[in-house]
């Protein structure tokens, strides 16, 4: 897809609806869009390429872009393959153009493609680059937002902060909308991606939110999503919530899973409970069927989280584990968590949950744990009650 953003700035990037995982493990129902720009004044910069998937759509827009003249700079904010895979293949094709990259990310760069020798500008925060009139690039650093090596840079007269994938989302253009305010739900992908990709390193996303609150932002041009330029205060708040673990939605995310129904039983009564309680948001997942990355979503959104899990072989039942160890992973934190387990002859699961969250910093485990004898009975109900009424509070 080509469209112009502003005056000389092109969007070269491409929609990949034919991706079924992106990185492996995340599901695409809309499809991914990797985004590529070009800035076109007296001397022309390609502003990252694109994954190799879809290498020959993001060449031709190149092409097209270009008119046959030749790039001066390939400017590369991060060396993750789904941006850089096409550094070697552009610069084999014009070998005058100068690589853009900060000193990390050229030290990866022979990782990825050995015997690679091009015409490299090493960058490093606040350095500049002038384009041509009013066409000013300023670098700046944003370490671990994911990787080690990653740069945004600002395009300062027209005040675009080209983000990396900071601000970005799973979904093709073509599906969600080309700007942000044509996207009807932008968060909701948005945090599914922010979470499992940057869930870890809201401090290193609050340090890049404090750089660009010093700039006069106007644009935010991210590599994946729409690109947004109305309302950037709603992006940004969002932003600053989820890197701070903040509550997004005041509520109670309810997570189990179940071999035989019991479990599942005791979590929809939880459900109901909180509820009745008039609980302001009540959601749950089965974490055997629902999307596991849209539970972590989840489990950071609300402030609450109740989690119901069956013992298994002395054991905590292995996709109750994954979601655990997931949010582990993640950095899971600042939050109350409340715990259901089930057992026919020694329960185990509620212990080992336990100890999971112990592990985790400013996690909250309410006292007791409710234990389910195999189904839940008459009896249980008070002990689910009380729990309700607790995280409730
Ligand atoms: C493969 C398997 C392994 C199990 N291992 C244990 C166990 O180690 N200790 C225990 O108390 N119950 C164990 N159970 C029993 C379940 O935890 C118990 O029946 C529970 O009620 C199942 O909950 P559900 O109905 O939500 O699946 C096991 C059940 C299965 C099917
Ligand atoms: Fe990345
Ligand atoms: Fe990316």
Same mark, same amino acid.
């Given at each position: 897809m080509i469209r112009q953003i502003a005056g000389g700035i092109s969007y070269i990037g491409v929609d990949d609806l034919a991706l079924d995982l992106f990185e492996g493990q995340y599901v695409l129902p809309e499809g991914m869009a990797y985004n590529s720009y070009v800035i076109d004044s007296e001397k022309i910069a390609i502003m990252d390429t694109a994954d190799a998937d879809v290498a020959d759509t993001w060449q031709a827009n190149l092409k097209e872009v270009l008119h046959g003249r030749t790039p001066d700079y390939l400017v590369a904010h991060h060396m993750e393959p789904d941006h850089a895979a096409l550094i070697a293949k552009t610069l084999e094709?014009?070998?005058?153009?100068?690589? #853009?990259?900060?000193? #990390?990310?050229?030290?990866?760069?022979? &990782?990825?493609?050995?015997?690679?020798?091009?015409?490299? @500008? #090493?960058?490093? +925060? !606040?350095?500049?680059? =002038?384009? !041509?009139?009013?066409?000013? @690039?300023?670098?700046? *650093?944003?370490?671990?937002?994911?990787?080690?090596?990653?740069?945004?840079?600002f395009l300062e007269e027209d005040g675009i902060l080209f983000s990396a994938d900071a601000f970005g989302k799973f979904g093709a253009l073509g599906k969600c909308g080309f700007w942000g305010d044509e996207d009807d739900d932008w968060a909701c992908e948005a945090r599914r991606y922010y979470f499992n990709i940057c869930g870890k390193y809201g401090v290193q996303v609050q340090k890049l939110l404090e750089k660009a609150g010093g700039l006069d932002v106007k644009v935010i041009a991210p590599l994946h999503g729409p690109i947004l330029r109305e309302n950037l205060k709603y992006y940004l708040d969002l932003y600053n919530t989820w890197s701070s673990y903040g509550v997004e939605t005041p509520g109670v995310f309810v997570a189990y899973a179940s071999m035989h129904g019991g479990t599942r039983a005791a979590a @929809?009564?939880?459900? +109901?409970?909180?509820?009745?309680?008039?609980?302001?948001?009540?959601?749950?997942?089965? @974490?055997?069927?629902?999307?596991?990355?849209? *539970?972590? +979503?989840?489990?950071?959104?609300?402030?609450?989280?109740?989690?119901?899990?069956?013992?298994?072989d002395g054991g905590l039942f292995t996709p109750v584990h994954n979601f655990i160890h997931l949010l582990q992973a993640k950095g899971w934190t600042r939050r109350r968590v409340g715990l259901i387990e089930n057992g026919s002859w020694a329960p185990q699961s509620g212990r080992i949950m336990k100890d999971m969250f112990a592990q985790m910093k400013d996690v909250d485990v309410i006292d007791p744990i409710v234990t389910i004898r195999s189904v839940m009975? =008459?009896?249980?109900?008070?002990?689910? +009650?009380?729990?309700?009424?607790?995280?409730? &509070?």
């Open positions: 094709e014009y070998p005058s153009c100068t690589l #853009v990259t900060g000193a #990390v990310a050229l030290k990866m760069l022979g &990782q990825f493609f050995p015997g690679i020798d091009p015409k490299v @500008l #090493v960058v490093k +925060e !606040g350095d500049t680059l =002038e384009l !041509g009139p009013g066409k000013t @690039l300023r670098f700046f *650093a944003a370490p671990l937002v994911h990787w080690p090596e990653v740069m945004v840079s @929809l009564k939880m459900v +109901e409970l909180l509820k009745a309680l008039g609980c302001p948001k009540v959601s749950s997942a089965d @974490l055997s069927r629902d999307d596991m990355a849209e *539970a972590v +979503e989840d489990a950071f959104r609300y402030g609450k989280l109740i989690v119901a899990a069956p013992t298994y009975k =008459e009896a249980d109900i008070p002990a689910l +009650e009380a729990l309700a009424s607790t995280i409730n &509070q």
